[in-house]
């Protein structure tokens, strides 16, 4: 501080940094100031002069608030009248302020010039300023508090708030206002006054018009004037009372109750369904079904638990339902009884018990038959006159009764079973290995993965010792008598039911009536006498389980395969020891498979064997990109993909095919994607229709 308007001037005193100084005059760049303060507990003031490169305004900062200017007003350099106009802000423009000093305010005022935004900022009188809030309309929505929130008499939220009102309680409004802070606030009316309560402390809820519902309170409540506890209390609903609705507000229902419109909260009532009188018992007729007892059950007169009982049907008893009832009861006949049973305790199943024990069904296949080999033959040739199929069991009844005799089973059974398994000796395996009974064939690959045997005869000789092995013999697993017999199983999740199952069928076949469907085919060949059963003798010897057969599929020159995972390599079919692996993406020529599953494979013109390949999963360790087999008697190998040439070689039903390969090792294939290029073993080269091929092992 100097004693004048210069740095030539003495100096009166040094101000500390940051003190506050007031100026009263200004020179050039220099003020007049005063500053006061305190020396041995006395209040002191000076005066001087100080240049204003070391003073700033001492101001007040505050809320940004926004104002409206109530004339046209100068806007300035500095806090005073004595500074510079910058320019002159017309009466009501919109400015900002978040600092002030004494009276003065400085502002941001935003404008557009020629097109432009432009945005200067400068002081203002405050005298010439009012506090501005921006009113908008919007569509009419509900608006509940979310919390404990107050409601303000104007937009000032710095203002002493008019009401405080817990969450959940609604309004509706039409009106948002954007205070002069920024904040939004909606107008509401509460108690009869105009009110604002903020955005921030409100959630938008919907007004709903629903179907006419009933609400039962869960405890007791009250029906208030509006959608909100902090309203009138109109009248108090006890617990139980049922109301009903077509309207609610958010979490408020809309209720008329005691003479009363009004809202009371959802979380106080629970849907009401209204009792209904139970509907009159129909009765449907139901036929084909069979259903077992799970417990023993009261036979009643009538559809009901309070009906008299006629008598009790035992657990475990298969029963034949006529009609069911429409509350669950199953009308049957039991004993000379007609009654019902309540449905909770039957099961529903499918059973192959013809509910008698005469006939082939339940006979000791170990005894002898009388049937002749011209019985059996006359029964296959009356199906193949019928239908005109090929079969391989034309004229081998002798076979049957050789293979009976040698083992001790009932050639006759012997025939009805391969002719039901193989259709005749018409079947696919039948016909391209003489399999009747389809061993080994998985479903992953069926024709491939199934033995091949070197003729029928040893096919039906292998089966006679292997059921003479297992299902005859009282020691094997298998064994569950030496009959036909049936299964019983439940419809709902195919699941055996054990104490109705027995003989063969139980473990044989998956179909329940297989053993109906052998006993039929038995009694068409040669009618049931009991008498040739009662006097006969059983053979109970039993041989040593059957060796698998020694066959093998050889597959054409050129089978390109890739190998999914590692499969180990012998040098010599049978070995343990491993001369080789290859891994996943090796690329190797397939042989042929054998029936014990050994596979010979070439790798890279060597031959070797393998027994990783599990065919029932093959596609986990293998994929063939070119094997086909023929599906069609006699199929025409054509010059070119098109019936116009006549053929130039011919495959034949179940034989493989090489197909040819492009260079991104897929089957080459005409354009309309309905001919296969095929090379034949004498190499020749030709085209086969599509129709007839079926891709193996792909």
């Given amino acids: 501080m100097r004693t004048g308007a210069s740095t030539s001037y003495s100096v009166v005193m040094t101000v500390p940094q940051g003190k506050k100084v007031t100026a009263t005059e200004k020179v050039g760049s220099w003020y007049k100031v005063s500053y006061t303060y305190s020396s041995n507990g006395s209040s002191v003031t000076k005066s001087g002069w100080m240049s204003s490169d070391f003073l700033a305004f001492a101001t007040t900062k505050f809320t940004k608030t926004t104002y409206k200017t109530t004339d046209n007003l100068n806007l300035r350099t500095g806090p005073g009248t004595s500074y510079k106009t910058i320019m002159t802000i017309p009466l009501g423009k919109i400015v900002s302020s978040s600092e002030r000093m004494g009276s003065w305010y400085k502002v941001a005022y935003t404008y557009t010039l020629n097109g432009t935004s432009v945005t200067k900022y400068g002081w203002v009188n405050g005298s010439y300023l009012k506090a501005y809030d921006r009113y908008s309309t919007i569509t009419g929505s509900y608006y509940f508090t979310n919390k404990t929130a107050s409601l303000f008499p104007t937009p000032d939220t710095k203002g002493t708030a008019a009401f405080q009102l817990p969450s959940n309680n609604g309004f509706y409004t039409t009106q948002k206002v954007t205070n002069r802070y920024g904040e939004t606030l909606f107008k509401v009316t509460y108690q009869g006054k105009t009110v604002y309560l903020k955005s921030a402390d409100s959630t938008r809820y919907y007004a709903q018009t629903i179907t006419k519902t009933g609400y039962k309170a869960t405890a007791d409540t009250y029906l208030y004037s509006s959608y909100g506890n902090a309203y009138t209390k109109l009248v108090k609903i006890p617990k139980d009372a049922v109301l009903y609705t077509t309207y609610k507000v958010g979490n408020w229902y809309k209720f008329t109750y005691g003479g009363k419109t009004g809202y009371a909260k959802s979380s106080s009532f629970t849907k009401y369904s209204a009792p209904t009188l139970p509907p009159s018992v129909t009765e ?91 019985q059996i033959n006359n029964y296959i040739d009356g199906y193949i006159a019928k239908y005109g199929n090929i079969s391989v069991l034309k004229g081998k009844g002798q076979a049957f009764i050789d293979a ?95 104490a109705k199952s027995g003989g063969m069928n139980f473990y044989y076949a998956s179909d329940p009536k297989w053993g109906q469907k052998i006993a039929s085919h038995m009694e068409n060949i040669l009618p049931y006498n009991k008498a040739d059963y009662d006097s006969a003798t059983p053979n109970t010897v039993v041989p040593s389980y059957p060796a698998r057969p020694a066959g093998y599929d050889r597959f054409p020159a050129g089978i390109v395969a890739g190998a999914k995972q590692n499969l180990y390599l012998t040098s010599q079919k049978g070995s343990t020891t491993t001369v080789k692996t290859i891994g996943a993406g090796t690329t190797f020529t397939l042989l042929e498979k054998h029936n014990d599953f050994w596979v010979k494979i070439r790798v890279s013109g060597v031959d070797y064997w ?48 090489h197909l040819k390969l492009d260079s991104t090792g897929k089957p080459i294939m005409d354009s309309t994607g309905g001919w296969y290029k095929v090379k034949l073993a004498n190499g020749t080269e030709g085209w086969v229709s599509k129709t007839y091929i079926v891709q193996e092992l792909k």
Wanted: hydrophobic content about 35%; some cysteine; proline content about 3%.
């Fill in 284 to 374: 449907t007729a139901v036929s084909g079904k069979t259903f077992l007892t799970t417990s023993g059950l009261n036979l009643r007169k009538s559809y009901s638990t309070d009906s008299e009982i006629l008598t009790t049907v035992p657990n475990s008893t298969f029963v034949f339902p006529t009609a069911v009832t429409s509350n669950g009861w199953y009308k049957i006949n039991y004993s000379g009884k007609t009654g019902y049973l309540f449905g909770d305790y039957l099961l529903q199943v499918v059973t192959g018990d013809p509910m008698h024990r005469n006939g082939y069904q339940f006979i000791d296949l170990r005894k002898p038959s009388k049937v002749t080999a011209t």
């Fill in 404 to 498: 009976g005799n040698k083992y001790g089973v009932n050639s006759l059974y012997l025939a009805a079973n391969a002719i039901h398994e193989s259709a005749y000796g018409t079947s696919n395996l039948s016909l391209g290995k003489y399999n009747l009974f389809g061993f080994g064939a998985y479903d992953a690959t069926p024709f491939i993965a199934a033995y091949r045997f070197a003729t029928v005869d040893q096919c039906i000789a292998y089966i006679a010792q292997e059921i003479k092995a297992t299902y005859h013999n009282p020691s094997n697993w298998k064994y569950k008598g030496a009959y036909l017999g049936f299964s019983t199983k439940t419809v709902a999740t195919n699941t055996r039911v054990d």
């Fill in 610 to 657: 393998t027994n990783s390949i599990k065919f029932d999963r093959y596609s986990q360790y293998i994929a063939v990109k070119n094997l086909g087999r023929v599906t069609v008697d006699a199929l025409n190998v054509r010059p070119t993909a098109s019936t116009a040439l006549a053929p130039i070689g011919k495959l034949y039903l179940n034989e493989y095919a």
